[in-house]
């Protein structure tokens, strides 16, 4: 089973479970935009899909901030990350947070890089990634070298 992983007093993961709040998330068209490049909302059935694929090919966490889910993040197929934070919890230096302990949770299991595919357009995403030392190798593929 997999156990939480506390960050700070404010923010931890939560190993995911199926519940439909994070469908609020992905109802807000400019955040699915961001993340996979359409302007179409989720159901409630495509969201548990992807989760199931997520949790069932990796780990899959929500992000707890001062005990509201505001976003998920991920390590899956091995060696990938993705996360999703809420608009109204962005650029608050979260997502810097979660990224580095998902690149902590790969240190942990072995792995020697992690990679991030990010769109072109996600300037922010770029910019989080850049700014954790993530190398874009290839377009929208960024990769961090684990030492």
């Excluded at 699915?32 to 090919?57: F, I």
């Excluded at 005990?67 to 650029?91: F, P, T």
Aim: with cysteine; glycine share 4%; proline share 1%.
């Amino acid at each position: 089973m997999k156990k939480q992983r506390i960050i700070d007093e404010d923010l931890k993961l939560i190993p995911y479970y199926q519940n439909d709040i994070a469908l609020n998330w992905y109802q807000d068209k400019q955040l699915v935009r961001q993340v996979d490049d359409v302007d179409e909302v989720y159901s409630l059935e495509k969201l548990n899909a992807m989760y199931e694929y997520l949790d069932g090919h990796g780990d899959c966490f929500y992000i707890c901030y001062k005990g509201d889910l505001i976003g998920d993040v991920s390590l899956y197929d091995k060696d990938k990350i993705a996360i999703v934070i809420c608009r109204e919890y962005q650029n608050m230096h979260i997502g810097r947070k979660c990224v580095r302990e998902m690149i902590r949770l790969a240190e942990e299991k072995g792995l020697r890089q992690v990679k991030a595919h990010i769109y072109p357009f996600n300037h922010q995403s770029q910019k989080m990634f850049l700014s954790l030392g993530f190398i874009e190798e290839e377009k929208q593929l960024y990769v961090y070298r684990i030492r």
